[in-house]
């Protein structure tokens, strides 16, 4: 597991004995990383720069190489997909082949440069984006780099679920945001998740939305399936563990809760998965480390996918 620092240091700890392996200053504060194989690696700096590590083992990181993402802007995401990374870096989104790092492609997720891209994640339909401040996430093509649908928060958290479709457009060119935005902003995204058929969406104001992606011709639509308040904190981590037999979506809503999140099977509509929740809570012990309480339940919610919206 490798770490990054604020002191321009990058960590490597090992995953079976929690020992750290070596650690290695960078031109810059890692601030976004990702790997391709336990021997490749790379990390988004501070500065604009990436750094990428080839001959990462046990005991060395190896030689580290250092090329220009944006100069001044840092790399504030990273996301592979196929031969591509994918950096983001201010509002903008630079593809580079993994093999050779040669640009092959460049656009603009927002007109407002200060809308860094916060995060990337793969899905079935193509690569969403958030933007630090915004209440947007957007769709975009992998092989076009074309946008093709985005949903605004905003619409759901200020006028309520309906039975109308969640207001979601889909376009070829990249439409204004007037939505608002700013890190005060309640219904700003501050994390997501991507599976299969759906995206979770957490918010500055502690709400977690849940949309459907729907296959449609020429690309996707989205319905909203639910909506919830966990906290009155940001919902800032969201984590789908990828056991086949026992899927789980884990919700980070505030300091010491955990939301634990699992499929089942609806007894009334088998044509309805019912996602229970309980919420564990974390707490610290004598030596100041955090622990979960596992036998601690403090609330359960249902989430119903079909005709009912908002529970």
Same mark, same amino acid.
């Given at each position: 597991?490798?770490?990054?620092?604020?002191?321009?240091?990058l960590l490597?700890?090992?995953t079976?004995?929690?020992?750290?392996?070596w650690?290695?200053?960078?031109?810059?504060?890692?601030? #976004?990383?990702t790997?391709?194989?336990?021997?490749?690696?790379?990390a988004g700096?501070?500065?604009?720069?990436?750094?990428?590590l080839?001959?990462?083992s046990?005991?060395?990181?190896?030689?580290?190489?250092?090329?220009?993402i944006?100069?001044?802007?840092?790399?504030?995401?990273l996301?592979?997909?196929?031969?591509q990374?994918?950096?983001g870096?201010?509002s903008?989104?630079?593809?580079?082949?993994?093999?050779? +790092?040669?640009?092959?492609?460049? +656009?603009?997720?927002?007109?407002d440069?200060?809308?860094?891209?916060?995060?990337?994640?793969?899905?079935?339909?193509?690569?969403?984006t958030a933007?630090?401040?915004?209440?947007?996430?957007?769709?975009?093509?992998?092989e076009? +780099?074309?946008?093709?649908?985005? +949903?605004? #928060? #905003?619409?759901?958290?200020?006028?309520?679920?309906?039975?109308?479709?969640?207001?979601?457009?889909s376009?070829?060119?990249?439409?204004?945001?007037?939505s608002?935005?700013? #890190?005060?902003n309640?219904?700003?995204?501050?994390?997501?998740?991507?599976?299969?058929?759906?995206?979770?969406?957490?918010?500055?104001?502690?709400?977690l939305?849940?949309?459907e992606?729907?296959?449609?011709?020429g690309?996707?639509s989205?319905?909203?399936?639910?909506?919830?308040?966990?906290?009155?904190?940001?919902?800032?981590?969201?984590?789908?563990s990828?056991?086949?037999?026992?899927?789980?979506?884990?919700?980070?809503?505030?300091r010491?809760?955990i939301?634990?999140?699992?499929?089942?099977?609806?007894?009334?509509?088998?044509?309805?998965?019912?996602?229970?929740?309980?919420?564990?809570?974390?707490?610290?012990?004598?030596?100041?480390?955090d622990?979960?309480k596992t036998?601690?339940?403090?609330t359960?919610t249902t989430t119903?996918?079909?005709?009912?919206?908002?529970?």
């Amino acid at each position: 597991m490798l770490l990054g620092t604020r002191t321009w240091t990058l960590l490597a700890f090992s995953t079976e004995t929690g020992n750290m392996l070596w650690s290695e200053m960078l031109g810059d504060s890692p601030i #976004s990383l990702t790997s391709s194989s336990p021997s490749m690696a790379y990390a988004g700096l501070a500065d604009g720069r990436l750094a990428y590590l080839e001959e990462i083992s046990d005991n060395d990181p190896g030689p580290i190489k250092v090329i220009t993402i944006q100069e001044g802007l840092p790399v504030s995401s990273l996301l592979l997909v196929n031969d591509q990374l994918w950096c983001g870096s201010g509002s903008c989104v630079i593809v580079l082949n993994v093999q050779t +790092f040669e640009e092959q492609g460049c +656009f603009k997720t927002d007109y407002d440069p200060k809308k860094a891209v916060s995060r990337m994640m793969l899905g079935k339909h193509g690569v969403w984006t958030a933007a630090r401040g915004s209440t947007e996430i957007k769709l975009w093509h992998i092989e076009t +780099f074309k946008q093709i649908v985005f +949903f605004d #928060s #905003s619409s759901v958290l200020y006028q309520g679920l309906d039975t109308e479709p969640a207001k979601a457009r889909s376009s070829r060119s990249l439409p204004r945001n007037t939505s608002q935005s700013g #890190s005060n902003n309640p219904c700003r995204v501050t994390s997501l998740l991507v599976t299969d058929e759906s995206v979770w969406i957490g918010t500055g104001g502690g709400h977690l939305i849940v949309l459907e992606v729907k296959d449609k011709i020429g690309g996707c639509s989205l319905q909203v399936r639910a909506l919830h308040k966990l906290s009155e904190d940001g919902v800032r981590c969201m984590v789908h563990s990828r056991l086949p037999k026992d899927p789980v979506i884990l919700t980070c809503p505030q300091r010491g809760l955990i939301n634990l999140w699992r499929p089942e099977e609806d007894e009334e509509d088998a044509t309805k998965t019912v996602w229970k929740s309980i919420t564990v809570q974390c707490i610290e012990n004598a030596e100041g480390l955090d622990i979960f309480k596992t036998n601690t339940t403090t609330t359960t919610t249902t989430t119903v996918w079909g005709e009912k919206y908002w529970e």
